[in-house]
């Protein structure tokens, strides 16, 4: 039976990390992820799993690698600063191909920044972080309900896709607290990373199935395997040549976008689907002018949703990705032509408006509604860029948001 | 001291070429370079404790000690540079039945891995190191290291090296290892029964192998051809500390974590942390 609980951000994702059947937690104490590790630390030795303090999240990193190819569901929680020491081992966890889920609770940076404010900055981080080629998947809750959701899906995808999935919260989506539905024990879909069959001396850890993604063993078992940092071929042997790089590459990346319908979809609202039929827009499939495609995520989703309850008089549609990586491209471009302008809410000095600049390609133009000091975008400030009396970039003077005016650029 | 290899993984007897992919020979190193005999030490100490290559993880850091695994049959994790026991705890804290071996140099283990070295020593996880110290680094063309010794001259020390460097044992008994031994790559048998020995160990133990050079460190310091390397490393195993150093009786991580993980069943746990309740 479904139960109510009224959770912190944070404890829903440990919630979510021990549904989805988490056993190993590697990190580092850090603000404001630490009631992870907290919780982690309760939680994981009475089901028989590990709680491991690092010495750092460098090594927090390596280990969850470790234990990933010992069978474990492996997870880690940090922050900024953390999560930037993380990428060296993010990359090794890419390559070998050892599914494990990586928690950013986001805070000001750079560096120490605003330890305890919350902060989108690190969209481009969870991108691009680790060095070279790689393929990146990150979840994005907007509420606690979804820390626990998308939690569980991270481990899904992280197992089924074998890699290393990001769940990017913020601090104020982890510390705040709201009602929760738990759905009953046994009634979540929890998927297994691919497991290898048949005879052992056959067995080839990074030949991919039949989905891009290659069966993984665990150590202990009847397959003895290697993994390696390095470029290899399908038995884990390192390899220089030329072929063996260009066909892991394409492959690590091709495993995510051919698995492209796993991914949690976008959050597509606008004024009718949240207030009732009442403010039905004029004439279905009708374009109303003035249309504002508004594109938020996280905590700026929130105030980007209540602009559409402050102003039902016009017309917004609130595009909301729950995965930021890959982008859901595809999904935003077939909206941009049913509006006039599109507007990029989020805590940052303008990341993500930079993907969905790159999706609108020129077809409308884009405004942004940015903050970057450690206060949540109000929905007063959005509104001021809807209606196009403010734009975080217009001209790119590098002033603050508040400091520029004008109207599209 | 109890030995957790000794038991059912100890099957038949086995000889070190069971372990050693000899499809993947010849190796990458130099010629005069002790890693191949170290290698061979390794595979025998394996052959002698009967190690299931199955149960059985070999992890490697970055470095020319570092591509070890790939002539070993049993599992392994090639990682990243210095992170070879941050890896390896990860395996042998969730699977502490398995037996786990970390690979590195001495830049790998005792230079950016050092912080990595330290606190596995303190934690005392089940994890055996063996070392080779060539007291620079060789993959990348002979730059000095932590234990490349003051004055020395290497590819970044040209009118001599500012700083001294570690006594690895040393730093590994004040950071508690249950188990330290040093030998050479030339002391051949001491070296198959030292890492033997090590691997009997529940905790944390470290076998530094000292080994030659001469393609960068004994050329740019003028220590002669590789077998006059060989010599001197034969006569300077007579005057240090060499052997097993320390030998003692911790409580490892997997034995001091089965009793968080009784505790954490019966609910004897204090409650702290955010939501206490």
Request: with cysteine.
């Amino acid at each position: 039976m479904t139960r109510k609980a009224f959770w912190q951000g944070n404890e829903a994702v440990l919630e979510g990390a021990v549904a989805a059947g988490a056993r190993f937690y590697a990190g580092y104490p850090i603000t404001p992820s630490s009631e992870i590790a907290e919780l982690a630390s309760r939680r994981l030795p009475a089901l028989g799993g590990v709680f491991i303090q690092m010495e750092d999240e460098i090594a927090s990193m390596a280990a969850l690698v470790g234990a990933s190819l010992a069978g474990a569901k492996a997870f880690t929680a940090t922050s900024g600063p953390g999560f930037s020491l993380m990428q060296e081992n993010i990359g090794l966890a890419i390559m070998v191909e050892a599914p494990c889920v990586v928690i950013n609770v986001m805070r000001s940076g750079p560096s120490t920044g605003l330890a305890t404010k919350p902060a989108q900055a690190d969209v481009m981080q969870a991108r691009w972080g680790t060095h070279g080629d790689h393929p990146a998947v990150a979840l994005v809750p907007a509420s606690v309900s979804e820390c626990f959701s998308l939690t569980v899906a991270a481990f899904n995808l992280a197992e089924r896709l074998r890699m290393p999935v990001f769940v990017l919260s913020d601090e104020i989506i982890g510390h705040m607290r709201e009602r929760v539905e738990v759905p009953p024990e046994g009634s979540l879909e929890i998927w297994e990373r691919p497991r290898p069959s048949g005879d052992p001396s056959e067995y080839r850890p990074y030949r991919p199935g039949p989905d891009g993604v290659p069966p993984l063993a665990e150590f202990g078992g009847p397959y003895v395997f290697h993994a390696t940092s390095s470029m290899h071929d399908e038995r884990g042997v390192s390899a220089n040549d030329a072929g063996t790089a260009a066909a892991l590459i394409a492959r690590l990346g091709a495993k995510v976008l051919r698995n492209w319908e796993l991914l949690p979809p976008p959050e597509i609202v606008d004024t009718a689907s949240l207030l009732g039929s009442g403010h039905d827009r004029p004439g279905k499939g009708a374009k109303p002018a003035g249309g504002v495609l508004l594109v938020a995520f996280g905590s700026s989703a929130r105030s980007a949703r209540q602009v559409l309850v402050d102003h039902p008089e016009r017309f917004v549609t609130l595009f909301r990705p729950r995965t930021l990586w890959p982008f859901p491209e595809a999904e935003l471009s077939a909206l941009v032509e049913d509006h006039e302008s599109v507007v990029v809410a989020e805590m940052n000095t303008g990341q993500l408006v930079l993907e969905a600049e790159r999706v609108v390609a020129g077809r409308r133009p884009v405004r942004a509604a940015l903050r970057s000091d450690g206060e949540i975008i109000t929905p007063e400030e959005i509104w001021e860029v809807v209606c196009g009396r403010r734009d975080a970039r217009a001209g790119r003077t590098g002033e603050s948001w508040s400091g520029t005016g004008g109207s599209g650029r | 001291m109890k030995d957790r290899t000794a038991g059912p993984t100890r099957s038949r007897a086995r000889g070190y070429t069971d372990y050693l992919d000899e499809a993947a020979l010849p190796h990458i190193w130099c010629a005069g370079c002790g890693n191949g005999n170290v290698l061979k030490a390794l595979l025998g100490a394996f052959a002698s404790r009967g190690l299931d290559p199955r149960m059985t993880v070999v992890v490697t850091g970055i470095g020319c000690w570092g591509k070890a695994d790939d002539y070993i049959r049993t599992n392994a994790i090639h990682g990243t540079h210095g992170r070879a026991l941050a890896v390896a705890t990860g395996v042998k804290a969730y699977r502490p039945e398995l037996a786990v071996v970390a690979l590195m140099g001495d830049g790998d283990f005792a230079t950016i891995g050092g912080n990595h070295f330290i606190h596995a020593a303190r934690r005392n996880i089940g994890v055996t190191a063996v070392v080779a110290n060539n007291l620079n680094y060789g993959m990348t063309g002979g730059q000095y290291s932590g234990t490349t010794p003051a004055g020395s001259l290497t590819s970044t020390s040209p009118y001599g090296h500012a700083e001294e460097g570690f006594d690895l044992c040393a730093l590994a008994e004040a950071a508690g290892a249950a188990y330290v031994a040093r030998t050479t790559a030339y002391h051949y048998r001491q070296m198959e029964t030292l890492i033997a020995e090590a691997l009997g160990v529940d905790g944390f133990s470290l076998v530094e192998v000292l080994t030659p050079c001469p393609t960068y460190y004994g050329r740019l310091n003028r220590e002669g051809s590789a077998p006059e390397m060989w010599r001197a490393l034969k006569e300077r195993a007579r005057g240090g500390s060499f052997g097993c150093l320390v030998r003692r009786d911790r409580p490892s991580f997997a034995e001091r974590y089965a009793g968080v993980q009784a505790a954490a069943r019966a609910g004897t746990g204090t409650e702290v942390g955010p939501d206490a309740r």
